[in-house]
């Protein structure tokens, strides 16, 4: 039987990992270091190299849905909301990382088109939701789709290791954040800005980065 608090822990702990280096190259063994624990071990939580890829990509399709929960949560305020979106954004870009896409698409194409079908419904999701707020009067009116489709692309550029260090005299933290503010005056009303809060988003920019 899986045992999910255990294999959810050491699902964390690989995530980073294969952000960076391609899993399929990765060995059982190398998995097991990574992890910090012995092939015994592993094999109590993870059935097989597959299953632990199974996982993460289930790990990610469940954290692609909650897109649904944030957007759908008219208790919060749609500036809050706008904030708890850009951070996911970046979270999955930071995980679901153009070489692990590359990777699952070549070697586990299954469960690329369902982490891919998965992505699409969040889009469509934050369209809604923006849309929404533009209607309201928070938002100004622009495409969402396009909106959606810079946050990704930039975010993406953003954290290529070569991005800061070599051709912009930026820290991650700076080019996040400067993106974030970028997006913040392009999506909201200038009538609304004073409602926004800094500096709990930066602190949140922070720890996201700290976990790679």
């Known amino acids: 039987m899986r045992k999910a608090v255990g294999a959810d822990h050491y699902i964390e702990i690989i995530k980073p990992v294969i952000r960076k280096n391609k899993f399929s190259q990765l060995k059982i063994d190398d998995i097991a270091k990574y992890m910090d624990i012995s092939k015994v071990t592993l094999y109590k939580h993870f059935s097989s190299k597959d299953d632990i890829i199974q996982q993460v990509v289930e790990y990610e399709m469940n954290y692609l849905q909650q897109a649904d929960a944030v957007v759908n ?3 919060v305020s749609y500036i809050e909301r706008f904030q708890q979106t850009f951070l996911q954004s970046l979270i999955c870009v ?5 070489l692990f896409l590359e990777d699952l ?3 586990y194409p299954r469960l690329f088109e369902s982490l891919v079908i998965a992505q699409q419904n969040r889009n469509k999701k934050l369209e809604s939701f923006f849309e929404a707020g533009m209607d309201q009067g928070i938002f100004n009116r622009m495409n969402a789709v396009l909106s959606l489709v810079q946050d990704d692309a930039t975010l993406r550029r953003i954290m290529e290791p070569t991005f800061s260090i070599q051709w912009y005299d930026l820290t991650l933290k700076q080019a996040v954040m400067e993106f974030y503010r970028m997006k913040k005056y392009q999506m909201i009303r200038p009538e609304h ?3 926004v809060d800094e500096f709990q988003i930066e602190d949140e920019v922070v720890r ?3 976990t790679i």
């Open 193 to 195: 800005w004073d409602k």
């Open 105 to 107: 698409k070549e070697f």
């Open 94 to 98: 930071i995980f679901i990382s153009d």
């Open 73 to 75: 949560d008219e208790s």
């Open 208 to 210: 996201i980065l700290q």
